[in-house]
C-alpha cells in the first residue's frame, strides 16, 4: 500500500528564517508526482509545488523549494525567508497513476514575528 | 484562472437530515473527487468520478453517501441521513486528467451536525 509520512506534527520558526518540513513516501510505482498543499487557517487547499518523479531537477516556485530524493523516496518543502503569512497546515501528498491522491497527516507550520 | 466552486460555505444540519453539498468543477476537467477533514485531521478520501461514474471509493462512503453529476456541470455529494460523526469540512476537487496535473481544490462546505 502506498503512504505518505510526515514525521513533523509541529514547527515554528522566526519570520526571515529558513525552514524545511519533511515528507517521506512509499510506492512501488516508478511514475508519480508529489505535491505540498498549504491550509491557512481559512481551510482553503492551495497547491505551493508539485514534482514529477522521472525529473531529476527539483522544483522551485519563489521561496519555496524541494528537495526531492527519489531512493530515499523523500520530499522535503523548504521555506526560505519565512513570511507571516506562511502560517499553516501543510499537506504532502502522492499522486500515483489513477489520479489517486495519498495525503501525509499533515504539519502545522507557526512563523512567528 | 477558473476555479473549482463549492456551495454552501456552511451548512447546519440536525441528526438524521439528509444534506446536499453542491460543487462545480472545472468545465474542462474530467475527474472529480469529494474528500472530507474533520477538525484538525488528515484529508480523508470519500470518492472519485470518472466518465459519469464511480471509479473509486473509499470505505467512508458507505450506503448514507451517494455522487451525482445531474446536468454535466453540477457535483454533488449526498448524504441521507446524516450522523454527529459526519461534522467535517467537505472538499471538492476536479483535475484536468492530463499526466502530473494537480487536483485543483474548491473552498469547502463546512458541515455540522447538530
Known amino acids: 500500500a502506498q503512504t505518505v509520512t510526515q514525521s513533523q506534527p509541529e514547527m515554528s520558526v522566526q519570520e526571515a528564517e529558513t525552514v524545511t518540513l519533511s515528507c517521506t513516501y512509499d510506492?512501488?510505482?516508478?511514475?508519480?508526482?508529489l505535491f505540498w498543499y498549504k491550509q491557512p487557517p481559512s481551510r482553503q487547499m492551495i497547491l505551493v509545488i508539485r514534482q514529477e518523479a522521472y525529473k531529476q531537477q527539483n522544483a522551485t516556485e519563489n521561496r519555496f523549494s524541494v528537495n526531492f530524493q527519489k531512493a530515499a523516496k523523500s520530499f522535503s518543502l523548504k521555506i526560505s525567508d519565512s513570511q507571516l503569512g506562511d502560517t499553516a497546515m501543510y499537506f504532502c501528498a502522492f499522486m500515483d497513476s489513477n489520479y489517486q491522491l495519498i495525503w501525509g497527516a499533515g504539519t502545522k507550520l507557526i512563523i512567528k514575528p | 484562472e477558473p476555479e473549482v466552486t463549492q456551495t454552501p460555505s456552511h451548512q447546519v444540519t440536525q441528526m438524521g437530515q439528509e444534506v446536499i453539498l453542491r460543487c462545480v468543477p472545472i468545465s474542462n476537467h474530467l475527474y472529480f473527487y469529494w474528500y472530507r477533514q474533520i477538525l484538525g485531521q488528515k484529508v480523508e478520501f470519500l470518492v472519485s468520478f470518472y466518465n459519469n461514474e464511480i471509479s473509486e471509493k473509499s470505505e467512508i462512503f458507505d450506503d448514507q453517501f451517494s455522487v451525482e453529476r445531474p446536468d454535466g456541470s453540477n457535483f454533488t455529494l449526498k448524504i441521507r441521513s446524516t450522523k454527529l460523526e459526519d461534522s467535517a469540512m467537505y472538499f471538492c476537487?476536479?483535475?484536468?486528467?492530463?499526466?502530473?496535473?494537480?487536483?485543483?481544490f474548491g473552498n469547502g462546505t463546512r458541515l455540522t451536525v447538530t
Open positions: 476537487a476536479s483535475i484536468m486528467g492530463l499526466t502530473g496535473s494537480p487536483l485543483h
Open positions: 510506492t512501488s510505482e516508478n511514475n508519480y508526482y
